[in-house]
């Protein structure tokens, strides 16, 4: 059973770091992908930005591009999403996912099979 573990959320001020990481177990995840996706209060689960998990494609949402950046250590089953000059923003419940996929990446949440529990980012003015 495919399992995904958030952690790394937490409290910064605007202009901080946090780096969340997405620990997968469960098989192997050749010909996956991994999203991380973002849910404010009262607004729908957005895109954030994907990975391939075997050739390291990558995609950023605008919002994020330049700031964030998605990250995977394939011995570790891990993904990571580095995010710098945070913006209140991106407060959020961040969750990763993953899926099968063949030489494309997913941004829609429907797309994705399965889902970790999320890590708040709290980010002050």
């Known amino acids: 059973q495919v399992q995904l573990v958030e952690s790394g959320g937490g409290l910064v001020q605007t202009g901080g770091s946090l780096r969340l990481s997405c620990a997968a177990s469960?098989?192997?995840?050749?010909?996956?992908?991994m999203g991380w996706f973002r849910q404010a209060p009262g607004k729908d689960r957005e895109f954030v930005a994907a990975i391939n998990w075997s050739g390291g494609r990558t995609d950023h949402a605008p919002s994020v591009k330049g700031r964030f950046t998605i990250s995977s250590d394939n011995a570790k089953n891990t993904v990571y999403l580095q995010m710098n000059s945070l913006k209140p923003e991106d407060t959020a419940v961040y969750y990763c996912?993953?899926?099968?996929?063949?030489?494309?990446?997913?941004?829609?949440?429907?797309?994705?099979?399965?889902w970790g529990q999320g890590t708040q980012v709290t980010v002050s003015s």
């Open positions: 996912a993953t899926t099968f996929a063949l030489g494309t990446l997913y941004y829609h949440t429907d797309e994705y099979q399965y």
């Open positions: 469960g098989r192997t995840f050749v010909n996956y992908i």
